[in-house]
């Protein structure tokens, strides 16, 4: 466990001072379309992420998924037309989403929103597309272009730990049914700053897709 951290840190640490590759240089574009206090519902443009799925219980599945998608953007990927390596700028927020599990039933196909598998993602800066991004050389990274979508969300700080992730996602839903909102997708995690931030400066997200 200790050892983890420590790979993560480090890794966090390499994304700040690597050359061409810097934290948080770029976001997710949207439009604010209602802010209520800490709360707000937002309309995100498209874009692309690299992610990669991870099983397991939520810090070690985060931790796993940031090396994997990190290693990715240092440069164990192949540039197209060339083959070689390219290094691809850090951008924020690091976002992982529960994964729901299909299980087969007589009647109906039901979801389970609860199962131990993860999706962690990378936002890809704006000046790629799917067809100019080096292609990961690892097989458990992917590339996927994002819809445009509607999300509800709720901003905090403090250490965003499964505990944290749990009460901010309930608090959100409840914002979401009070004002006749509807959900359409599961809570995802956004997290934007490196692990030695101090709790009460960081920034934390939950947002939630809406109809």
């Given at each position: 466990?200790?050892?983890?951290?420590?790979?993560?840190?480090?890794?966090?640490?390499?994304?700040?001072?690597?050359?061409g590759?810097?934290?948080?240089?770029?976001?997710?574009?949207?439009?604010?379309?209602?802010?209520?206090?800490?709360f707000?519902?937002?309309?995100?443009?498209?874009?692309?992420?690299?992610?990669?799925?991870?099983?397991?219980?939520?810090?070690?599945?985060?931790?796993?998924g940031?090396?994997?998608?990190?290693?990715?953007?240092?440069?164990?990927?192949?540039?197209?037309?060339?083959?070689?390596?390219?290094?691809?700028?850090?951008?924020?927020?690091?976002?992982?989403?529960?994964?729901?599990?299909?299980?087969?039933?007589?009647?109906?196909?039901?979801?389970?929103?609860?199962?131990?598998?993860?999706?962690?993602?990378?936002?890809?800066?704006?000046?790629?597309?799917?067809?100019?991004?080096?292609?990961?050389?690892?097989?458990?990274?992917?590339?996927?272009?994002?819809?445009?979508?509607?999300?509800?969300?709720?901003?905090?700080?403090?250490?965003?730990?499964?505990?944290?992730?749990?009460?901010?996602?309930?608090?959100?839903l409840?914002?979401?049914?009070?004002?006749?909102?509807?959900?359409?997708?599961?809570?995802?995690?956004?997290?934007?700053?490196?692990?030695w931030?101090?709790?009460?400066?960081?920034?934390?997200?939950?947002?939630?897709?809406?109809?």
């Amino acid at each position: 466990m200790i050892i983890r951290r420590l790979v993560s840190l480090l890794l966090s640490a390499l994304l700040l001072i690597a050359p061409g590759v810097a934290m948080a240089t770029e976001e997710p574009v949207f439009e604010q379309q209602l802010v209520d206090r800490e709360f707000s519902v937002r309309q995100y443009r498209s874009f692309i992420v690299a992610e990669t799925f991870v099983a397991g219980q939520f810090e070690e599945a985060s931790s796993a998924g940031f090396r994997r998608l990190a290693d990715y953007i240092f440069g164990n990927n192949r540039k197209v037309g060339s083959g070689n390596a390219e290094k691809i700028a850090m951008t924020a927020p690091v976002t992982a989403e529960a994964v729901p599990e299909k299980i087969a039933m007589t009647a109906p196909v039901t979801m389970e929103a609860n199962g131990p598998r993860w999706r962690i993602h990378f936002m890809m800066p704006g000046h790629y597309s799917l067809e100019t991004l080096p292609r990961p050389v690892n097989p458990e990274v992917a590339l996927r272009q994002v819809p445009p979508a509607r999300f509800a969300v709720l901003r905090f700080s403090g250490v965003a730990d499964s505990r944290l992730f749990e009460e901010k996602s309930a608090q959100l839903l409840d914002w979401v049914k009070e004002r006749g909102l509807r959900p359409a997708g599961t809570a995802q995690l956004a997290r934007y700053n490196p692990p030695w931030t101090p709790a009460e400066s960081r920034r934390n997200e939950v947002l939630l897709p809406i109809e």
